[in-house]
C-alpha cells in the first residue's frame, strides 16, 4: 500500500443521517479541532447502498458526499454480526431495522433467530472511509468482540448496544458510560487507526 494521505484541512462532513453515529464520530474527532457537519446537517441525498462488505459500503458514503459537498467526508459503515446466524445482519444491520430505523424490531428479530442457543457469540464491525473530493480514500476497518444477551438492557448508545455485552465485560454497551464505550468499540477500534494513519504528524 502507498504512503497514507494526511488530513490538513480544517472542516470534514460525516457521511451519515443518523444522529447517534455523528455524535460518537463528532466526539471522538473534538481532539483534532476540526469543524465537523454532517450529511444530514446539510441535507445531502443518502446513496444506495449496494456494496458487498462494510469497506464497499462506507466508500460508496464517502464517495458520494466528498463530490456533493466538495469537503472530505468520513464514512462509517458498520454492524452487528452474530456467529450462530452464519454473520447475519452484518452489512444489513440497519436495513433490519426497516425504513423507521426501530432497531427494537431488529434486536426481536435477532432473539427469535437464535432462540435455540445457549450462547451468542457475536462482534461489531466498523468500517472508515476518509475521501477527499479529487476522489483519494483510505480505509479503516475495527472490530470488538463479545455475546448476546436478553432482554436489552440500558439507554446510552443506539442501534443494537442494549444487547451486545463485550468480552470481558458484565455490562450491555448501552449500559455503559459513553466514554467508557468510545475508548473500546469498534469504531474506536477503526477510528485509532484512521488517526495514527492520518491525523499524526508525519
Not at 436489552?152 to 459513553?178: K, S
Request: contains cysteine; glycine residues 8%; charged residues 20%.
Amino acid at each position: 500500500m502507498g504512503e497514507r494521505r494526511h488530513f490538513t484541512e480544517k472542516q470534514i462532513v460525516i457521511a451519515s443521517h443518523n444522529p447517534g453515529k455523528v455524535r460518537e464520530i463528532r466526539e471522538l474527532l473534538a481532539p483534532f479541532g476540526v469543524n465537523v457537519s454532517s450529511a444530514g446537517d446539510m441535507d445531502l441525498p443518502e446513496p444506495e447502498e449496494t456494496g458487498e462488505t462494510f469497506i464497499d459500503n462506507a466508500i460508496i458514503k464517502a464517495s458520494a458526499t466528498a463530490s456533493v459537498s466538495q469537503l472530505p467526508a468520513l464514512a462509517d459503515d458498520s454492524g452487528l454480526c452474530v456467529d450462530v446466524l452464519g454473520g447475519a445482519p452484518g452489512i444489513f444491520s440497519a436495513r433490519w431495522a426497516g425504513p423507521d430505523k426501530n432497531f427494537g424490531m431488529a434486536m426481536q428479530k435477532i432473539m427469535e433467530a437464535t432462540a435455540d442457543f445457549e450462547t451468542c457469540k457475536a462482534h461489531f464491525v466498523c468500517a472508515l472511509c476518509l475521501c477527499w473530493p479529487d476522489g483519494h480514500v483510505e480505509n479503516f476497518e475495527g472490530y470488538v468482540h463479545g455475546a448476546l444477551s436478553w432482554p436489552p438492557r440500558g439507554d446510552q448508545g443506539f442501534g443494537y448496544d442494549p444487547i451486545f455485552v463485550p468480552d470481558g465485560y458484565d455490562e450491555t454497551f448501552a449500559e455503559m458510560d459513553p466514554a467508557q464505550k468510545h475508548a473500546m468499540s469498534h469504531r474506536a477500534d477503526a477510528f485509532n487507526q484512521l488517526v495514527a494513519a492520518c491525523f499524526q504528524p508525519s
